[in-house]
């Protein structure tokens, strides 16, 4: 019991710390909104977002967000591509006609192969009106321009990730929320509904979420500014193991941070609570308490995690440079991607947004291991099944944040399922924020392969 507290309570803050930023891997809200806007089909086999796009299909899903599939669809084939089926020609044949794609050689367009990254980026920056010729960019480059507009982003394309549909319905469903070149009030949404290619009507739910996603984005670059901060966080969770009701944990904290955005790794954090576990009574012996509780003090400083708790001493590299850099720009880890936002209500001061799920899970894993964490977490993965955030922003800045989420956590051949309740409140921000490390942080010891054990454990 000692060393499974030990772990969940290293894991626990490290789900908690990196679940809002986390994004990634499955965007089927995405595809239902562009089907529903009639800009996304399936095939017999359903959305079939797990393997990758084929040239054929891109070409389809640029003319549509170019509002030209009924034009097209009028138009009689005489491009000189000879390895086309039926389906695919009026959309390649209206590309070629308006000089937006030239194939793969002069007689054939390829459409059965792989679309790339770089190849879709390209296609969805000529939706929006950018091009190689007038915008300072080459067809290899279009993923880093698509990037510095905000259509493209760690969620929605991951240069490390193989390219699938899934990234397709996520970069699609962005377009729809960017300006065409040249505009600042209008989104290529409202333009698609201008020509009559998108019913208004069903537009009209989607551009509302556009809307309050963007003032969201503004609230909360304003917070992630803000680079010191003292917090109380109250953690809970109920805890399952292998489909058996285990305990209950909760964890109060007080969460203190000094954040150095020119170099993540010379910040500075402190984290002190209290680990209350109560026990299922079946699972004691009779007499014995089903109560167990310890503190717990986490700290962060010059790239190293420290963890005090349960009579052990332990720390680990973890370099956030590393990881950040194996990503993004900063700047872009600190956005929320519009494409894992399920959905978003603004009311008053407080926002209430869920998150996709199932997206968040995967990049949580792909975080973990860019960490540098390594063997140290080899036995450790992630599933998050649900997540909602309540953020309440006053004059510009974070002053609290509830956080529910349902999870489960496979450490070797054992699965924990947890439902887990955040509720955060901000006590200060700014120079008035000190964060005070202990003077024996050389005495900890390294972490490798698992958590250390003790006789005891």
């Not at 790339?116 to 009106?129: E, I, K, P, V």
């Not at 067809?139 to 193989?162: H, M, T």
């Not at 977490?377 to 309440?392: P, R």
């Amino acid at each position: 019991m000692k060393r499974l507290l030990k772990t969940l309570s290293a894991s626990l803050l490290i789900v908690v710390s990196l679940a809002v930023s986390a994004a990634a891997a499955s965007f089927d809200h995405c595809a239902d909104t562009l089907k529903d806007l009639g800009l996304f089909q399936g095939t017999a086999q359903g959305y079939e977002l797990d393997r990758a796009p084929t040239r054929g299909e891109a070409a389809a899903m640029l003319v549509r967000l170019l509002g030209k599939e009924a034009e097209a669809k009028t138009l009689t084939y005489s491009a000189p591509f000879t390895d086309l089926d039926g389906w695919q020609k009026p959309y390649v044949q209206y590309l070629y006609d308006n000089k937006l794609t030239s194939g793969a050689s002069a007689t054939t367009f390829e459409p059965e192969e792989a679309c790339t990254a770089n190849m879709y980026a390209a296609f969805l920056l000529r939706a929006l009106g950018y091009s190689e010729t007038e915008d300072g960019y080459t067809y290899k480059q279009a993923v880093e321009k698509a990037y510095s507009i905000g259509l493209a982003d760690f969620a929605n394309c991951d240069i490390n990730a193989p390219f699938l549909r899934d990234n397709v319905a996520a970069m699609s469903y962005t377009a729809l929320a960017c300006p065409p070149k040249g505009e600042t009030e209008t989104v290529l949404l409202e333009k698609l509904v201008e020509d009559g290619s998108v019913d208004s009507a069903k537009a009209a739910p989607v551009l509302k979420t556009f809307e309050t996603v963007a003032e969201y984005a503004a609230d909360a670059y304003l917070t992630s500014q803000q680079t010191k901060v003292d917090m109380d966080a109250d953690i809970s969770m109920n805890l399952s193991m292998n489909d058996q009701k285990l305990m209950s944990l909760s964890m109060p904290m007080n969460m203190k941070m000094d954040m150095n955005l020119a170099n993540m790794d010379q910040s500075k954090m402190s984290m002190k609570g209290t680990m209350k576990a109560v026990l299922d009574p079946s699972l004691v012996e009779e007499g014995a308490s089903n109560t167990q509780e310890a503190a717990i003090e986490y700290y962060y400083a010059d790239g190293v995690y420290y963890m005090n708790g349960m009579g052990e001493k332990i720390k680990m590299d973890m370099s956030f440079e590393d990881s950040l850099g194996g990503m993004t720009e900063m700047t872009q880890m600190q956005n929320n991607p519009i494409s894992m936002i399920k959905s978003i209500e603004k009311s008053g001061d407080t926002y209430t947004v869920t998150y996709a799920s199932g997206a968040l899970g995967s990049m949580v894993n792909s975080i973990l291991g860019a960490t540098g964490m390594g063997d140290a977490v080899a036995d450790l993965s992630f599933n998050i099944d649900e997540m909602t955030a309540k953020e309440t922003v006053k004059n510009g800045q974070l002053s609290a944040m509830d956080m529910t989420m349902r999870l489960s956590v496979t450490v070797s051949d054992v699965k924990a399922s947890m439902d887990m309740t955040m509720k955060c409140k901000v006590n200060a921000t700014g120079d008035s924020v000190k964060v005070t490390l202990p003077t024996d942080l050389s005495t900890y010891q390294e972490m490798t392969g698992t958590l250390p054990t003790t006789p005891a454990a």
